[in-house]
């Protein structure tokens, strides 16, 4: 990963989602924004829940949101999965994640510029050349939308509100007002704070439901607690709300389990 990008850039990898003709994912809310470009054809994209909300694109961009979707893809099911950080939206793609929030749009109608990105990946012949197609082509765009004077204020409320839990706590370490945190989240994410603190709770527990399936040694009660839940039982409220499948349930379709009764049980 060039240096430039790594304040922006938080993932940069292929996907593979199955060896069969059809492959599904179940796209979690995140803290970041995501970039999914299939190495061949298009993705299918719905929201979980949401009946008539498929629509089909042939690279996505996804904002800030708060719900589950759904990617089907059919024939390859290999490609190119990128996360930025909110920053990273506006310094490489050129517009505020604030643009993107809630919405799955088709990357050549946010960024003209990469249009061809998707052609030009599925000409390379390996990762390595992939991998340097799109580190390039974000420098570009880096080199043509660059930081703002804010950003450096942004980073620093980041990094408050996902050091506590409490709004007006992450307020004080600003040394700012809530109503002045409040407005420059929304304007700039999309989202509000307290809405941003739930986005890396769930994917700080995210990660701990896979460390703990695949080490088998702590229970959900653990990851719950350890993520900042009150119980296992609103772990459990929280993934049905956001993902629309309990943890359990989300392990299981990932080939994954966990220690403990199912959280459905609880």
């Known amino acids: 990963m060039p240096t430039a990008l790594a304040p922006f850039v938080a993932t940069l990898g292929a996907y593979e989602l199955g060896s069969g003709p059809v492959a599904v994912h179940r796209g979690l809310p995140s803290s970041t924004?995501?970039?999914t470009i299939p190495e061949e054809d298009s993705l299918e994209i719905s929201w979980v829940g949401r009946p008539g909300s498929s629509q089909r694109r042939r690279a996505v961009v996804?904002?800030?949101?708060?719900?589950?979707?759904?990617?089907?893809?059919?024939?390859?099911?290999?490609?190119v999965w990128l996360t930025l950080s909110p920053l990273g939206a506006d310094a490489l793609?050129?517009?505020?994640?604030?643009?993107?929030?809630?919405?799955?749009?088709?990357?050549?109608?946010?960024?003209?510029?990469?249009?061809?990105?998707?052609e030009r990946?599925?000409?390379?012949?390996?990762?390595?050349?992939?991998?340097?197609?799109?580190?390039?082509?974000?420098?570009?765009?880096?080199?043509?939308?660059?930081?703002?004077?804010?950003?450096?204020e942004l980073r620093s409320a980041i990094a408050a509100l996902s050091g506590t839990t409490r709004v007006q706590?992450?307020?004080?370490?600003?040394?700012?007002?809530?109503?002045?945190?409040?407005?420059?989240?929304?304007?700039?994410?999309?989202?509000?704070?307290?809405?941003?603190?739930?986005?890396?709770?769930f994917e700080t527990a995210r990660g701990r439901l896979v460390d703990a399936a695949r080490s088998r040694g702590v229970g959900l009660a653990a990851v719950a607690a350890a993520s900042g839940f009150a119980d296992q039982a609103h772990l459990t409220r929280e993934w049905r709300a956001m993902a629309?499948?309990?943890?359990?349930e989300w392990l299981r379709a990932e080939g994954l389990a966990v220690q403990g009764p199912p959280v459905g049980d609880r």
């Open 244 to 248: 629309g499948c309990t943890p359990t």
């Open 121 to 152: 990946l599925a000409a390379c012949r390996t990762w390595p050349q992939r991998r340097a197609l799109v580190a390039q082509s974000l420098l570009t765009g880096l080199s043509r939308h660059g930081e703002r004077a804010n950003h450096h």
């Open 93 to 118: 793609l050129g517009l505020p994640a604030s643009a993107l929030a809630g919405h799955i749009v088709d990357l050549a109608d946010v960024v003209p510029a990469m249009a061809d990105l998707p």
């Open 169 to 201: 706590e992450a307020a004080y370490r600003l040394g700012c007002s809530r109503r002045h945190l409040s407005s420059l989240v929304r304007a700039e994410f999309g989202v509000t704070p307290k809405e941003y603190q739930r986005l890396v709770r």
């Open 33 to 35: 924004v995501s970039i």
């Open 62 to 79: 996804a904002g800030l949101y708060l719900d589950a979707a759904e990617l089907r893809q059919v024939g390859c099911t290999r490609g």
